[in-house]
């Protein structure tokens, strides 16, 4: 939702992929920081903290997926 973030947490048994389809935000891998918007994907390996933050004023709409050694999940 608009101006909502969730903490920073792993994911120790799989990796993530994240595709934005609409909106802006903060997207936090590890130490790094990125803006990301429509179309932008993230990778994020397992075990490496992560979290997002919403900066637009409509909900901010993805795709996720998960892999557990080589199995969408």
Request: hydrophobic share 35%.
């Given at each position: 939702m608009p101006g909502k973030a969730h903490e920073a947490h792993t994911h120790p048994d799989h990796d993530e992929a994240i595709l934005f389809m609409n909106g802006t935000g903060i997207q936090i891998i590890g130490d790094e920081v990125y803006e990301v918007r429509d179309n932008d994907m993230v990778y994020i390996p397992a075990g490496v903290p992560h979290s997002i933050e919403?900066?637009?004023?409509?909900?901010?709409?993805?795709?996720?997926?998960?892999?557990?050694?080589?199995k969408v999940v």
């Open positions: 919403n900066t637009c004023n409509q909900p901010l709409k993805m795709i996720i997926v998960k892999v557990n050694k080589g």
